[in-house]
C-alpha cells in the first residue's frame, strides 16, 4: 500500500517515529538504526515502509534501505516470527550478513537479537535454507549460460544465494555479485559490496 514515506521527522519513541507527510502524522515502527540515525527533530526523513495487516493489529513499518526492508519481508515468512521479532533481527544484523548467517548455520549472531531464542534462530535457519534450495534449481541453469560463473564456485554462489534471500531475482542477484566478485574477498565483502552497488 506503501512503498515508503518522505516528510518531516516530529518525534521519536524507544521503537517508532512520528514523520508528518503534508499534514498528516504517521506512526512507523522502525529498526535501531534507522532510530540512531534520525537525530534531529524537525529534519526531513525518507523510509521504506511495510504496511502490516492482520485482524486485531495494523501498522506501519520503516527502514533506511530497501535492503533492510527486504530481510524485514523474508523474516515475516518464517513460521512463528512477527514483525517485532523481524524488527529486532533487522536492528541487530546487517542484511550484508543476514543471508551469510543462514547459508552458514550461525544461530549466534540471530539470538544477539533481544527476543530470538535458540529454537527461533534454529527455525529461521533451516525454513530460509528450504526456500533457497528451491531458488537453486534456477540459478544452476542461470549459471551454465553464463560463461563468467563456473558451477564449482561456491564462494559466489553462496553470494547470489544470500541476495535471493534479500529478495533479488536470481537475474538480478547473479549480475550484482558479477559486476563486484573478486576471488581475493570473502564472502561477506561480495555481499556487502554488491548491496552498496545496488543501493
Known amino acids: ?13 524507544a521503537d517508532s517515529i512520528i514523520i508528518d507527510v ?22 526531513e526523513i525518507k523510509l521504506h515502509t511495510y504496511f502490516y495487516v492482520r485482524e486485531d493489529n ?11 526492508l527486504k530481510m524485514f519481508e523474508q523474516l515475516l515468512t518464517v513460521s512463528g516470527v512477527g514483525p517485532k521479532a523481524a524488527l529486532s533481527l533487522v536492528s ?44 537453486n534449481s534456477q540459478l544452476t541453469g542461470i549459471k551454465a549460460e553464463t560463461a563468467c560463473i563456473q558451477p564449482a564456485d561456491n564462494k559466489m554462489q553462496e553470494a547470489i544465494s544470500a541476495l535471493i534471500m534479500l529478495g533479488y531475482s536470481s537475474q538480478e542477484a547473479n549480475r550484482t555479485i558479477s559486476s563486484v566478485y573478486d576471488e581475493e574477498k570473502t564472502i561477506e565483502q561480495i555481499i556487502k559490496d554488491a548491496l552498496k552497488g545496488a543501493l
Not at 499534514?23 to 534531529?40: M, P, Q, R
Not at 552458514?104 to 539470538?111: K, Y
Open 1 to 13: 500500500m506503501f512503498a515508503y514515506l518522505k516528510g518531516i521527522l516530529i518525534r521519536k519513541t
Open 22 to 43: 503534508n499534514g498528516v502524522g504517521f506512526k512507523v515502527f522502525t529498526a535501531g538504526s534507522a532510530l540512531a540515525t534520525c537525530s534531529e527533530t524537525g529534519s
Open 58 to 68: 495494523q501498522a506501519l513499518y520503516g527502514f533506511l534501505n530497501e535492503d533492510e
Open 92 to 135: 541487530n544484523i546487517p542484511p550484508s550478513q543476514f543471508g551469510l548467517a543462514v547459508l552458514t548455520d550461525d544461530v549466534e549472531s540471530f539470538t544477539k537479537a533481544p527476543g530470538i531464542g535458540k529454537k527461533t534462530a534454529q527455525r529461521i535457519i533451516l525454513e530460509l535454507k528450504d526456500k533457497l534450495k528451491k531458488l
